[in-house]
């Protein structure tokens, strides 16, 4: 089966870009309060894609974590992309996006749109589509990075493909997972594992971040440098 294009896209280089000295994370993986102004971010992010639940989930934090996200996109004059729903954490965060002014693009199925999952009314704009991977590739297309809340199967399916697609240099696109009360700290050690085992570079597990602070998570991945490095351990291609 061929997979619908994806847009490799490098934004510009940003101004006002500051490292905290002896932090270890010079190289830009993690950033001090305000090394970005919101005019540099906006310029570097100018639409972020938001994986999440079409549930609520156990515990309040996550909604709370949904809405904090949207209302931050919004503020700094990030367009979210998301999934088009109004239900569970889904609507959450386009609700809270909505509601600070900002611009809300949902991709939705057509069969979905039209049975257990409604879209939300109130979209900046609203994408139907024929299918899941029509979905996805949408939302990838149309985003500089993705942000990825507590869910279900599908948000791990989601998010995971988002990061396969960088390691492969199809996109040169980042991932965070917004780590809210801990939701992805068993994900963070199964990658981490990865890397033990031989199956995924350093290199490639540095460019997934976790942080449990939205604002800090926005920045690291505005500040993210795509590895220039295949994703094949044991194989030597500099000769290809």
């Not at 934004?11 to 005019?39: C, Q």
């Not at 971010?41 to 938001?50: F, G, H, I, N």
């Not at 879209?119 to 029509?134: I, Q």
């Not at 009360?181 to 050690?189: D, G, I, S, V, Y």
Request: charged share 25%.
């Amino acid at each position: 089966m061929s997979h619908p294009p994806i847009v490799n896209r490098r934004s510009a280089e940003i101004p006002n870009l500051r490292t905290i000295p002896g932090s270890g994370f010079e190289n830009g993986s993690l950033l001090g309060p305000g090394a970005l102004d919101d005019e540099a971010m906006s310029l570097k992010l100018a639409a972020v894609c938001v994986f999440c639940g079409s549930n609520r989930g156990a515990n309040e934090a996550y909604e709370q974590a949904a809405r904090e996200v949207g209302r931050l996109l919004a503020e700094r004059g990030i367009r979210l992309v998301y999934g088009g729903a109004s239900t569970g954490l889904m609507g959450t965060v386009a609700d809270a996006a909505l509601g600070a002014g900002g611009g809300v693009t949902g991709v939705l199925p057509r069969w979905l749109a039209a049975g257990a999952e409604p879209p939300h009314g109130e979209l900046s704009e609203l994408r139907l589509v024929d299918g899941m991977h029509e979905r996805k590739a949408l939302m990838a297309e149309l985003s500089d990075a993705f942000i990825v809340l507590p869910g279900g199967l599908g948000t791990l399916e989601e998010a995971f493909e988002a990061v396969s697609w960088t390691q492969l240099r199809l996109q040169d696109k980042p991932t965070g997972f917004l780590n809210v009360n801990e939701f992805f700290a068993p994900t963070m050690a199964q990658l981490d594992r990865m890397v033990t085992e031989g199956f995924v570079r350093p290199e490639h597990r540095d460019g997934v971040y976790f942080d449990d602070q939205p604002d800090r998570l926005l920045e690291r991945l505005a500040t993210f440098e795509p590895p220039d490095i295949h994703k094949w351990i044991d194989r030597d291609l500099s000769a290809s």
